[in-house]
């Protein structure tokens, strides 16, 4: 079964940093792409970042550099740095998995059928 814990969540003020951390378990996918997405009060879900299971990354064009995704094998752990904090990240922040490291992309969250239960983040100006 596979089961996705998101952490790190909390309350920053605007310009700050958080680190947002996905522990991973119970999939064998031989290839396989995780991300990052959010989703801030009436809006819909949207992509923040990908890594697949070679390390490759991928970030919508919107994220402006201000994130970085990352995982530890050897943790079971995915990361995600958010630097540069703005009020409009404020959001639930979600870890996915899906089968197979083709079209790693956040586009379609409707691709990933995995999810963790989210961490808030709020940022304040």
């Known amino acids: 079964q596979v089961q996705l814990v ?3 969540g909390g309350s920053v003020q605007a310009g700050g940093s958080l680190t947002l951390s996905c522990q991973n378990s119970g999939y ?5 792409c995780m991300g990052w997405f959010r989703q801030g009060p009436g809006k819909e879900r949207e992509g923040v970042a990908s890594i697949n299971n070679y390390g490759i990354t991928r970030y919508p064009a919107s994220m402006n550099g201000r994130f970085t995704i990352s995982r530890d094998n050897t943790k079971n752990t995915l990361y995600l740095q958010m630097n540069n904090l ?3 990240d404020t959001a639930m922040y979600y870890c996915a998995i899906k089968e197979g490291d083709e079209r790693c992309v956040t586009s ?3 691709a990933f059928p995995y999810w963790g239960q989210g961490t808030q ?3 304040s100006s």
């Open 28 to 32: 064998d996918f031989r290839t396989y």
């Open 86 to 88: 703005k009020p409009e």
């Open 121 to 123: 983040v709020t940022v």
């Open 6 to 8: 998101e952490s790190g």
């Open 108 to 110: 379609d969250f409707r």
